[in-house]
């Protein structure tokens, strides 16, 4: 025991156990009964120590116990290794006392306990199962009884299964996403992964698309028999791809373009829906990510785009020059009307003037007539105004006296124009 509890003490200051092992036997005379060798050659045989340091020996025993998140199987697990580690050590002991002829009846007893202790261990840290909140696990029994499985999955936290007889196989219940694609790098096989399928006019396209998916907890049993883990590639791709060349087959090419891909979209997934579910499978959503063309219809379609293009242009071109005729027409119009309302101007001005000179006509007319007609009636009274009116016409520039006859002075009269006494 002092032999080996210095082969450990030279193990942990040195290193490696080569190491120790020199340092450790350089005490005892005799190789065949030293205690290192004996121990050193057990550790030799056991991968997990040959060629580790202390520090990575005691890490990986030692480490899981400080992690915060430790669970009680973890911790199970680091008590068995270190209890075989303690029958190691006692059977070190053992051949150590039967090497110096010691008695070693204590030393069985204490190699029997600890080999009992450990093997308990061991098939406690066997029988202790954790299963993640985002699992289930399947219970493959060897059980007689259970038919090789177990009707019930397990569900997250701690649970007991039968040691060595069961073992666990876990199914995630969180999303999955099976992307099917034309890009190399996207879907889950790797090159040109998207799903070929011909429209009802014989047109072939490719359709990129994702199914979004989780496996159901309540029948995870029934995806374990069915499918195992070959769910995606046994059921998720080839059901998939096959309801999605069924939905393209039913519409042209240009309705699965554009009117009509929504229609696709919604029966795809009704469809997908319906057939995942009798499988296990829970459809969350589908994806339609692309429609491509062949080559040859993409150039087709592109000549027809070039050609509509042009013919757009023409229209385009005939409905400008229309309406740079429309504009000339409607610029000539109304030249044409101001031409006439000036005309209409002109006219109605000008007949407002005539009228308006009639009428000044007619009341100078009418004026001179009523002048005449008073002339006329003074005439007709008194004659001699015909006689002053006729000496007016003859010399207007004659002075008019008045010559009483028994006057014999020559007396002026008022001028008949200004009213002012005239200068003889």
């Not at 025991?1 to 005379?29: D, V």
């Not at 309406?323 to 101001?338: I, L, N």
């Not at 007949?351 to 006329?376: G, H």
Request: charged content about 20%; aromatic content about 8%; glycine content about 6%.
């Amino acid at each position: 025991m002092r032999g080996i509890y210095k082969f450990l003490t030279e193990f942990r200051a040195h290193g490696p156990y080569n190491i120790a092992y020199q340092n450790c036997n350089s005490s005892w005379p005799n190789k065949r009964i030293r205690p290192c060798w004996l121990f050193a050659r057990v550790v030799r045989r056991a991968p997990f120590f040959r060629d580790k340091s202390t520090y990575t020996l005691s890490y990986q025993l030692i480490h899981p116990l400080r992690r915060t998140n430790v669970n009680f199987i973890t911790l199970i697990g680091a008590v068995a290794a270190f209890s075989w580690l303690g029958v190691i050590a006692l059977i070190g002991l053992l051949v150590a006392r039967t090497a110096r002829r010691q008695t070693v009846g204590g030393a069985v007893t204490y190699v029997i306990i600890a080999v009992v202790v450990a093997l308990a261990l061991n098939v406690v840290s066997a029988g202790l199962v954790f299963i993640e909140p985002t699992e289930r696990g399947v219970v493959v029994s060897g059980v007689p009884g259970n038919e090789g499985v177990r009707s019930e999955a397990l569900t997250p936290g701690l649970n007991w299964i039968v040691p060595f007889l069961d073992r666990v196989v876990t199914y995630p219940i969180s999303r999955q996403t099976y992307t099917m694609s034309i890009a190399p790098s996207e879907g889950q096989i790797i090159g040109d992964d998207s799903v070929e399928a011909r429209t009802s006019d014989g047109q072939v396209v490719f359709v990129d698309a994702s199914v979004i998916f989780a496996l159901n907890p309540t029948t995870i049993v029934d995806v374990h028999i069915d499918w195992q883990n070959q769910y995606l590639d046994g059921l998720v791709r080839p059901l998939s791809r096959g309801i999605i060349r069924d939905a393209v087959s039913l519409f042209g090419v240009e309705e699965v373009y554009s009117t009509e891909r929504i229609t696709v979209t919604d029966n795809i997934t009704v469809e997908l829906e319906s057939k995942l579910a009798e499988e296990g499978l829970i459809l969350v959503d589908f994806v339609l990510r692309n429609i491509a063309f062949s080559p040859e219809y993409a150039a087709s379609v592109e000549q027809k785009q070039v050609a509509e293009q042009q013919a757009q242009q023409a229209v385009f071109v005939v409905e400008q020059r229309k309406q740079e005729a429309e504009q000339a027409r409607q610029a000539a119009q109304g030249v044409a009307d101001a031409v006439v309302i000036s005309a209409e101007g002109e006219a109605q001005r000008i007949l407002i003037e005539a009228r308006a000179d009639a009428e000044a006509r007619l009341i100078q007319a009418e004026a001179e007539a009523q002048a005449l007609a008073l002339l006329a009636a003074a005439i007709a009274e008194n004659p001699d105004v015909l006689t002053l009116e006729y000496i007016d016409k003859l010399a207007p520039g004659i002075q008019v006296m008045l010559l009483p006859s028994d006057n014999p002075f020559l007396l002026p009269l008022p001028d008949i124009n200004s009213g002012t006494p005239s200068i003889p």
